[in-house]
C-alpha cells in the first residue's frame, strides 16, 4: 500500500455458540445433518410459534465477554431486525440492537498471531484491537446455488449465534489476520465455540476505508463479504485497499456498497449498495422479556479459563521453554494439553517440548494428522525423553525409536529392549573402547595434540563404531579428553 494513503479496518465476526440445541427452539444444533431434518414451528418461523430463550447461549456470550475484558450489561434485551430475503424464513431476525450484552473489552494480540512471513515486520508490536460490543441474535438459513436453481437448508436457522463487532482499530491486512487468530483462539480455549470455519462456527464481515495521510475525516466504508478463512481476509484486504486507493488516484470516489470476494478469482465484487441501521426498522420483539445479567455472569465467571497469553506466560515461567517456544504451544489448545501431560513426569521439560515442535510436528504434517490423532501418547513421548536425558540411549538412537513408536505404537522401553540398544555407560567398558580407537587413530591423536581440537571426533567416531553407537557419547568425550591431555 502506498505510504500516502492510511487504511482504516472493522471486523463483524459471527461466531456459532456450542450449544447442544438453537437460541429459542428445542432443535438440535448439528452440523452436517440431513438438510431440514432439525427444524421445528419456531426456527421455520410458522404463525403462532413462540420463541424460548437459551440460557446456555446467555451464558456462553458472558463467558465471551468476560473473556475479552467486556462490561457485561446489567440488562439486555432481544429486538427484531427486518428485512427480507430467502434464508430468513421470518422476514426479520432476532438480535440485538440498543442493549447488547457486552460492552467494550479487546482483544491482545501477539507476534504469532501474524501471517509467517509478516512476523518480523511487524509495525505495532503487542497492539490490542478495541471490542465495540458483542451482541447475540439467531443464525439464518443456509443457501446452495447451482446451475439449475437454489436450495435452502433450514437446519442452520435459529442456531445460536454471537457477532463480535471490533472498533475501527486495524490498519492493515496482517493485523486482521491476528486479530481473528486469537479471536479464534480465545473461542475455543473457553469452550464458546470450536470455531472451525470450514464449518461456518466462525464467519467475518469486513469493513475497510482509505484516506490520505494528514486527513481526519475517514474515507468511505465498504464491507466485504463471503470471508470463509482467515487467510481469505488477509488476501481479500491486499486486494481491496490497493483497488480503493486506485480509484481515488484516478479521481474517481467510492460509494458505501456491499461486495463479496471471489477468491478463485482473487478479486472483490460487487454486490449491492449497502443498507445504514435505520433500513432495518428494529423494534423490541414483543415476545421476549428483557434479561437481568447478574446470575448469568456470576456462573460464567466459574467457567473462565486460563487464556492463551496467560498460559504462554506460564509455560515460560514454570517450564523453562522460550517465548516463541511458550507461543507455539500455547497457540494450539490441544497441542498445549499435549506438552502439558508429557512434561509433568519430565526431567527437562524443555527437552519434551523440543521434541514435540520438532519430531512430533513433522511426522504429523508428513501423514497429515492432527495432534488429537496423535499415535504416540504424551506419557510415551515422556517416557522417550526421560530415556534420552538419563543416558540409557543416546539421541540418535531416540530418532529411531521415536520413528518405530510413531508406526507400531509401541512403548519406548520396549523397543530399545526389542532391538537391543540400551546405551553403554559402563566406565570401563567405554575406557576399553576409548583405548583401541586411540591406538587406531594415530594421525587423529597427533593432529589434536598439536593444537587441531575438532581432530577429537574422528576418534570419538571410531569409539562409537566400536561400541555399535550404543557408548554414552559424554561419557567418551569425557574420557578421550582426559586420555589425550597425557
Request: net charge negative.
Amino acid at each position: 500500500m502506498p505510504q500516502d494513503y492510511i487504511a482504516t479496518i472493522g471486523l463483524e465476526v459471527h461466531v456459532q455458540l456450542k450449544t447442544r440445541s438453537k437460541m429459542f427452539c428445542g432443535c438440535r444444533v448439528e452440523y452436517g445433518a440431513e438438510p431440514n431434518t432439525n427444524v421445528c414451528p419456531v426456527c421455520l418461523g410458522m404463525p403462532g410459534a413462540l420463541p424460548v430463550m437459551n440460557e446456555e447461549a446467555l451464558r456462553l456470550t458472558a463467558l465471551a465477554g468476560l473473556m475479552l475484558g467486556c462490561e457485561i450489561a446489567p440488562r439486555c434485551k432481544f429486538d427484531r431486525k427486518n428485512y427480507f430475503y430467502p434464508d430468513m424464513p421470518k422476514n426479520y431476525q432476532i438480535s440485538q440492537y440498543d442493549l447488547p450484552i457486552c460492552l467494550n473489552g479487546a482483544v491482545p494480540l501477539h507476534d504469532l498471531a501474524y501471517p509467517k512471513d509478516a512476523q518480523k515486520t511487524i509495525a505495532t508490536p503487542d497492539k490490542k484491537i478495541r471490542l465495540t460490543r458483542i451482541h447475540l441474535e439467531e443464525d439464518v438459513a443456509k443457501s446452495f446455488h447451482s446451475e439449475h436453481g437454489t436450495g435452502i437448508d433450514f437446519n442452520r436457522a435459529g442456531t445460536p449465534l454471537m457477532e463480535i463487532v471490533s472498533e475501527p482499530d486495524i490498519a492493515s491486512a496482517e493485523e486482521a489476520f491476528a486479530y481473528l487468530t486469537v479471536l479464534q483462539q480465545v473461542m475455543i480455549y473457553g469452550g464458546v465455540s470450536d470455531a472451525d470455519m470450514e464449518k461456518g462456527q466462525l464467519r467475518c464481515d469486513v469493513n475497510v476505508s482509505v484516506r490520505p495521510v494528514g486527513t481526519e475525516k475517514w474515507g468511505t466504508k465498504i464491507e466485504l463479504k463471503n470471508l470463509n478463512t482467515i487467510s481469505g481476509v488477509r488476501r481479500a484486504l491486499i486486494f481491496e485497499i490497493p483497488r480503493q486507493i486506485a480509484v481515488l488516484e484516478a479521481g474517481g470516489t467510492l460509494d458505501q456498497e456491499t461486495r463479496r470476494w471471489d477468491d478463485a478469482r482473487g478479486e472483490t465484487v460487487l454486490m449491492r449498495i449497502k443498507e445504514s441501521a435505520h433500513d432495518y426498522r428494529y423494534f423490541p420483539d414483543p415476545d421476549l422479556l428483557p434479561v437481568e445479567t447478574s446470575e448469568l455472569v456470576a456462573s460464567a465467571r466459574t467457567r473462565l479459563p486460563e487464556l492463551p497469553w496467560e498460559k504462554r506466560a506460564r509455560f515460560t515461567a514454570d517450564y523453562g521453554v522460550s517465548s516463541y517456544d511458550a507461543g507455539v504451544l500455547a497457540n494450539d489448545l490441544a497441542l498445549a494439553r499435549y506438552f502439558e501431560t508429557a512434561a509433568k513426569g519430565a526431567k527437562k521439560p524443555k527437552n519434551v517440548a523440543n521434541w514435540i515442535l520438532n519430531d512430533l510436528q513433522s511426522a504429523l504434517s508428513a501423514e497429515s494428522l492432527a495432534i488429537s490423532d496423535c499415535p504416540i501418547p504424551p506419557e510415551a513421548l515422556d517416557e522417550l525423553v526421560n530415556l534420552i536425558d538419563s543416558g540409557a540411549i543416546n539421541g540418535k538412537q531416540g530418532k529411531d525409536v521415536f520413528a518405530e513408536m510413531f508406526t507400531t505404537r509401541k512403548p519406548a522401553a520396549v523397543i530399545v529392549k526389542e532391538r537391543g540398544l540400551e546405551q553403554v555407560s559402563d566406565t570401563g567398558a567405554i575406557e576399553a573402547f576409548c583405548d583401541q580407537a586411540i591406538a587406531n587413530s594415530e594421525r587423529a591423536v597427533a593432529e589434536y595434540k598439536a593444537g587441531k581440537i575438532a581432530a577429537i571426533n574422528a576418534i570419538k567416531g571410531q569409539v562409537m563404531k566400536l561400541s555399535k553407537g550404543q557408548a554414552n557419547i559424554q561419557l567418551v568425550s569425557e574420557i578421550l579428553e582426559r586420555k589425550l591431555a597425557g
